[in-house]
Structures are given as structure tokens and as C-alpha cells.
């Protein structure tokens, strides 16, 4: 797979788990509805901090050794996990069991978040953002699941095209996490005037389809050892 394509499919890929609700998720809303939009950025940096170390460590070692070892064994299970969440988030959308989860009228939340920035440390209220961002994410079960699966038999594919590839993998897959948490916090500072439960299904269907494509290839990948 090339660099581009490892970077827009990673993208994709990545915003589609992203998308699935989860502590991250409530977690985001709840500090957004309290201290404004300055909430969403520091979160998410701290959960993409925390996945730069992860590939790093993978990159320079565990998947040096694993590339000439397993990889088709997690390029096959990665597939398939990709076909699980994918078929889990069209059902979930057509059968009504996923949505956003609801946040308070938007005056209320505007009052709430005036109120807890009076006062308060700067700095302190963005540290602890960030780390309550890497520290949600190491412990969701989801969050490791994935990455024991697709994101390390991404990560094997990744490193045959070297560093350039394991950066297009990784640039692709945070630029995700950073869109997605933006306009979730957004949509919480703003109200869901236009971010509607229609519109989030809608998206999940698609991604899940997507999903589909590229559980298809990693199992190929595996099989074949492309």
C-alpha cells in the first residue's frame, strides 16, 4: 500500500472508530459542556499522545519482530475485527441502539462553562485535559482491543514502505481522532442545531460499509501476504 493510501484509508479507518460511543466520547461532552471548547483540543491531544508513544514503541521494535513472524496471522484477525465493528455499527444505526449521547439546552451549558472558568488555572485546567484524555483511553478495553488487532496489522503493512509509511499510517489515523473530537466539541459548545442523530447514523452506516472494504483487504492481505 502506498503512502497516500495508507494515509487516507488510516483516516477513514480511524474516524470510524472514533465515531463509536464510548468513555472518550462522554467524556469529551461532559468536560466541553463544563469548560468550553478549549476542552475538546487538550483531550484528544492527550489520547493521540498516548497512541504516539504506542506506535513509536511498535515501529521500533515489538512489529520488527512480529513483521517476519505473525503478520499475516494480524493482518487476518485485524480483517475480521474490522468486519465485527463494521457490521456492528450499520446494525446499531439502522436498529436505533447507537446515538449521541444527549447534553443539556445550550443557555444552561453556556452559564456552566462561564462559571467554571471563573477562577480557575489555566494551565492546570489543560494539563489535566490531557491527561485525562491518555488515561480514559488506556482504559477502555475497546480502545486496546483495536489497536491488538487492526492498528498492529496496520502497522505491519505500514513499515514496508519504512518511516514514510508509519507516518502517513499514524498522521492519518490522529488527523481522524482530531476532526471528529473537534466537531463533537463543537456541537456541544454550538448546540445540535445541524449534528443530528440523523445525520451522526448516517455516518456510521457509511463508515461501517467502509469497514466492510477494508476488513475484505486485510484478510486478503493476510491470506496472500501481499
Known amino acids: 500500500m502506498e503512502p497516500a493510501g495508507l494515509f487516507t484509508t488510516a483516516f477513514l479507518v480511524g474516524f470510524s472508530g472514533a465515531m463509536m460511543p464510548g468513555?472518550?466520547?462522554?467524556?469529551?461532552?461532559?468536560?466541553?459542556?463544563?469548560?468550553?471548547?478549549?476542552?475538546?483540543?487538550?483531550?484528544?491531544?492527550?489520547?493521540?499522545v498516548l497512541e504516539l508513544i504506542l506506535v513509536t514503541a511498535l515501529a521500533l521494535g515489538v512489529a520488527n519482530v512480529l513483521i517476519s513472524t505473525a503478520s499475516q496471522?494480524?493482518?487476518?484477525?485485524?480483517?475480521?475485527?474490522?468486519l465485527w465493528m463494521g457490521w456492528g455499527m450499520v446494525r446499531g444505526a439502522i436498529t436505533g441502539r447507537v446515538s449521541l449521547p444527549s447534553h443539556k439546552d445550550k443557555?444552561?451549558?453556556?452559564?456552566?462553562?462561564?462559571?467554571?472558568?471563573?477562577?480557575?488555572?489555566?494551565?492546570?485546567?489543560k494539563s489535566r485535559l490531557v491527561l485525562t484524555g491518555g488515561l480514559v483511553s488506556l482504559a477502555n478495553p475497546y480502545w486496546l482491543l483495536w489497536?491488538?488487532?487492526?492498528?498492529?496489522?496496520?502497522?505491519?503493512?505500514?513499515?514496508?514502505?519504512?518511516?514514510?509509511?508509519?507516518?502517513?499510517?499514524?498522521?492519518?489515523?490522529?488527523?481522524s481522532d482530531t476532526v471528529w473530537y473537534l466537531?463533537?466539541?463543537a456541537a456541544v459548545?454550538?448546540?445540535?442545531?445541524?449534528?443530528?442523530?440523523?445525520?451522526?447514523?448516517?455516518?456510521?452506516?457509511?463508515?461501517?460499509?467502509?469497514?466492510?472494504?477494508?476488513?475484505?483487504?486485510?484478510?486478503?492481505?493476510?491470506?496472500?501476504?501481499?
Request: hydrophobic share 50%; charged share 10%.
Open 73 to 82: 496471522w494480524m493482518a487476518i484477525f485485524g480483517g475480521l475485527f474490522m
Open 107 to 125: 443557555s444552561e451549558v453556556m452559564a456552566k462553562q462561564e462559571q467554571s472558568m471563573a477562577g480557575k488555572n489555566d494551565w492546570l485546567l
Open 189 to 226: 459548545s454550538g448546540g445540535r442545531k445541524f449534528f443530528t442523530d440523523v445525520v451522526y447514523k448516517a455516518i456510521l452506516i457509511i463508515c461501517g460499509f467502509f469497514l466492510f472494504g477494508m476488513g475484505g483487504y486485510f484478510i486478503y492481505y493476510g491470506v496472500f501476504n501481499i
Open 183 to 185: 466537531m463533537i466539541g
Open 23 to 48: 468513555p472518550l466520547l462522554t467524556v469529551t461532552i461532559g468536560e466541553t459542556a463544563r469548560n468550553g471548547m478549549v476542552a475538546a483540543p487538550f483531550i484528544i491531544l492527550g489520547h493521540i
Open 147 to 175: 489497536w491488538a488487532t487492526v492498528g498492529l496489522g496496520y502497522t505491519t503493512i505500514a513499515l514496508k514502505s519504512g518511516t514514510i509509511g508509519i507516518t502517513s499510517f499514524f498522521t492519518g489515523h490522529a488527523l
